[in-house]
């Protein structure tokens, strides 16, 4: 009979141990969408739907070789950035254009390239030589600055700064000195006036609002107040699932989508918070052991890459829920509202599903 299938398309190549980590943290985030909805089941089947979508497409991609991954990675790439241009003329969103309107769905084409970044970065250093030479850095800076821009045009200076980072830490796990990173972390520190001279106004807003939101209690700041107050009231142990007072009382701003983590705090509690953190720090820890046992460069870079972006995406949007860091639009990975981000970061999983499944074996 002859077959019609690639002769990889086999049994799923799955890591029992990320994949159980997962569906606790996605577990977890619906039954806390429940609560920060409003007990909204629809909205809880809707994300439910998406999950499942995302968790096929990982079982799919975990069984593609990771040389079948590299050969998809440029077209991948310049995918996304087509989608980017498409969406400066034709995105729609809320004051801004981050959306790409198919009518029966709506794409971020932003949350494509926290993939297609790293993955081309991956994909160019693969067959090179280590540390990368200068005219490798540039041309690897090259790949970054294209979307960045392009994001940051939207507007979205968050996700377009997430994604660049997602790229430097491809570039750093390939060996480019510590000291190289922190002149360009220097230069950036530098020419921050030339950022805000650039900046929109609601986002010079979010920086005053994080440096004294009781300026504006009642507008700009009232959402980190909020925040805080809900991250404080829920002390050691929560309120109970449920019973979160800032959440049901509709205090809390985005409540089911980027400051989901203030709604797990009040009704969880300190113990909840950090063990959904310990979490999180498993799936990272997971992640990069499976880069170290990675075939090749590339999936060695790619893998490590997904695994420390994850860590970027934990820090931020508890940073920016607690105070610590600007509110930047950052949704928590898995428990936030949100399709796109959800399906992208399965998919991100399942590649390194992929690489676990091809990885070498080492003799005991």
């Known amino acids: 009979m002859k077959r019609w299938l690639p002769t990889w398309v086999g049994a799923p190549r799955l890591d029992p141990v990320l994949l159980i980590l997962l569906l606790l943290i996605a577990g977890f985030g619906l039954t806390a969408l429940y609560s920060a909805s409003g007990q909204d089941m629809a909205m809880v089947n809707r994300q439910a739907i998406r999950l499942g979508f995302g968790l096929v497409m990982m079982l799919i991609i ?15 790439y310049g995918l996304g950035v087509a989608m ?15 959306w790409l309107d198919f ?15 790293p993955m081309m970065v991956a994909w160019y250093l ?42 430097m830490f491809t570039l750093y796990l390939a060996g480019l000195h510590w000291r190289v990173l922190f002149g360009f972390a220097g230069v950036a520190t530098a020419a921050a006036p030339v950022l805000w001279l650039v900046m929109k106004e609601y986002q ?20 980190i107040i909020q925040s805080k107050i809900a991250v404080g009231s829920g002390g050691l142990t929560g309120k109970g699932w449920l019973n979160g007072t800032q959440s049901n009382l509709e205090f809390i701003p985005e409540r ?22 310990l979490t999180y720090l498993m799936v990272i820890a997971r992640g990069l052991y499976i880069a170290s046992i ?13 695994s420390l972006t994850l860590f970027v995406y934990v820090l931020v949007n508890g940073g920016m829920v607690s105070g610590v860091l600007p509110v930047v639009g950052v949704p928590l990975p898995l428990i936030s509202y949100g399709g796109t981000s959800a399906v992208t970061l399965l998919a991100g999983f399942g590649m390194m599903m992929s690489i676990y499944g091809h990885r070498k074996f080492i003799s005991r």
């Open 126 to 167: 693969h067959s090179r030589v280590l540390p990368p030479s200068m005219k490798s850095t540039a041309v690897v800076f090259g790949i970054l600055l294209i979307p960045t821009l392009l994001i940051y045009r939207q507007p979205d200076l968050g996700t377009a700064l997430l994604v660049a980072a997602s790229g």
């Open 204 to 223: 010079r807003d979010r920086v005053r609002t994080f440096l004294n939101p009781e300026a504006d209690p009642l507008g700009h700041g009232w959402n």
């Open 62 to 76: 975990s069984q593609a070789p990771p040389r079948v991954l590299r050969a998809w990675t440029p077209w991948l």
């Open 256 to 277: 089911h989508t980027d400051f989901i983590l203030a709604v797990i705090s009040e009704e969880f509690g300190l113990i909840g918070v950090s063990l959904l953190m």
């Open 103 to 117: 009518g029966v769905l709506r794409f971020q084409p932003s949350e494509l390239m926290k993939l297609a970044v």
């Open 294 to 306: 990675a075939r090749d460069t590339g999936s060695r870079l790619l893998a490590g890459a997904l």
């Open 84 to 98: 980017l241009l498409a969406t400066l003329v034709l995105g729609v969103g809320r004051s801004t254009q981050r």
